[in-house]
């Protein structure tokens, strides 16, 4: 387990760290894939058959190989062809597509927009739980896929400044529980001691498994980036820290004051980093060589980090009561949603573009800074409304084709992720540390380790999808 006299855990270390990261328009263009790969799996599934089967081996098969199997190419294989993948896949879904709606098979007539703007559609389309559990499923991919030499390094994360793909996943994994939080849906907290003692006790199996991590890490001597949290802290501590944060804000502070006192928040810190000093303690610890020593010296990336994803989370709130504020019934609703948070997605790369070039901040996923908080709102906005658009699009095309089924969204492979979605980042998370302990994974050519890849994903969409069937829910708090 050696090469010389570097151990492999240093070398697997040496191999996930100093990396910056690639351009903001490929990984805009990565998170495209998630609305291509559904518009894919519809035009499969629906169209091609006329009706969306039951679970069976081979529907979820077709399912894991239209939603699933892409993305993970894209990361991995494809990674140089990003761009000429994404246009292929949809160029062969859209000429399938309508040639079998002009085959005859179907009474198909295609109408104008003044034709269809009234009429009727599901009330809840299912753009929402395809982008989060796309994040589970980006997540279970590169938490992996890093480990090997076929995950280009470009998309691993930043060492302190740039914009890896895995940069993205923190931050979405935030976004995506923030656009459907109690308060996104209009459920606001009663205030009080007891509300608070709720939260404390949904917040202890967060912290059960972040003190789990932690030790098994430890203890099994795995490979470890301390720049990322630090040395003790971990990604559930961070859950469980905005959690607490946010339920104390939500309980004490006036909705209307949401937004102006994440922004505060956020510019706040971003003037502390600057000007307070803070940048450099984060970099270089009370000692300024980079020292460990002191509970909060050892962990400060991820204690001084939750201020930007807090921000980040109330912001993500503030989308999601725009989103179910009303109750949408016609493509014209749904399509002046889409205009709203296409407006706002440019908004948020414009206020980027501002940050990151005129003010000259770079991101930091590290630092959790300004620019890395208007990057995920421009990025998560920008996936939103692809995937509602693809949604607008199929039902068009349903509507044109005389199809009467509905994609309802409590059926498909993406919902039985959302199901258990954070069993389903539990498991990623075990069967990564397995196959990292039982093989040396750096050392694994293209094929095995594109093999060992898909049978891990295969794994957690198998599991995912029979406790779905069966109505099992992993969820004791």
């Not at 291509?36 to 679970?55: E, G, H, M």
């Not at 994803?309 to 493509?331: D, H």
Request: proline fraction near 3%; charged fraction near 15%; glycine fraction near 6%.
């Amino acid at each position: 387990m050696s090469t010389g006299n570097i151990s492999y855990k240093e070398l697997h270390e040496q191999f996930v760290s100093d990396h910056v990261g690639t351009t903001s328009p490929e990984v805009a263009a990565i998170l495209c894939a998630s609305g291509i790969a559904v518009f894919s799996r519809v035009c499969v599934q629906t169209f091609l058959w006329k009706t969306t089967p039951r679970f069976t081996w081979y529907t979820v098969a077709i399912d894991h190989i239209c939603l699933v199997l892409p993305l993970q190419l894209i990361l991995t294989l494809w990674s140089d062809y990003v761009f000429l993948s994404l246009v292929c896949i949809l160029i062969l879904s859209l000429t399938g597509i309508v040639f079998k709606l002009n085959s005859g098979c179907f009474k198909t007539q295609w109408l104008s927009w003044n034709e269809i703007r009234e009429r009727h559609i599901y009330p809840q389309l299912s753009f929402i739980n395809n982008v989060r559990a796309y994040v589970l499923v980006c997540t279970a991919i590169s938490i992996l896929g890093v480990d090997f030499v076929m995950f280009p390094r470009r998309f691993c994360k930043a060492e302190t400044y740039g914009t890896g793909f895995m940069d993205t996943g923190v931050g979405l994994f935030v976004i995506s529980n923030a656009i459907v939080s109690p308060e996104a849906r209009g459920k606001y907290r009663n205030p009080g001691i007891r509300c608070l003692v709720n939260c404390l006790t949904s917040c202890l199996p967060l912290l059960f498994f972040g003190v789990l991590r932690f030790f098994v890490t430890k203890g099994a001597n795995y490979h470890e980036h301390v720049s990322e949290y630090g040395v003790h802290w971990n990604f559930f501590f961070t859950l469980a820290a905005l959690k607490i944060m946010s339920t104390l804000f939500y309980i004490n502070v006036p909705e209307f004051l949401w937004s102006l006192c994440a922004l505060a928040v956020v510019v706040g810190y971003q003037y502390s980093l600057d000007y307070g000093g803070l940048k450099d303690y984060i970099l270089l610890g009370e000692d300024g060589q980079g020292g460990r020593d002191g509970l909060v010296n050892a962990n400060r990336e991820g204690i001084f980090s939750c201020l930007g994803y807090f921000a980040l989370y109330v912001f993500g709130t503030e989308i999601g009561k725009m989103i179910f504020r009303y109750e949408r019934r016609t493509m014209s609703a749904w399509r002046t949603l889409l205009i709203v948070m296409t407006v706002m997605c440019m908004f948020f790369w414009v206020l980027y573009s501002i940050s990151a070039l005129a003010y000259g901040e770079p991101v930091s996923r590290r630092f959790a800074n300004i620019t890395f908080v208007l990057w995920i709102l421009a990025l998560s906005t920008q996936t939103m409304c692809v995937s509602l658009l693809v949604d607008l699009i199929v039902e068009y095309l349903k509507i044109s084709s005389g199809i009467a089924v509905q994609t309802f969204p409590t059926k498909g492979l993406l919902n039985a992720i959302n199901y258990n979605g954070l069993f389903y980042f539990l498991l990623s998370n075990v069967l990564t540390g397995l196959v990292n302990i039982t093989m040396e994974t750096i050392h694994m050519s293209a094929l095995p380790s594109f093999l060992i890849l898909t049978l891990y994903m295969s794994c957690l969409s198998a599991i995912s999808v029979c406790l779905f069937v069966r109505r099992v829910r992993l969820k004791f708090w």
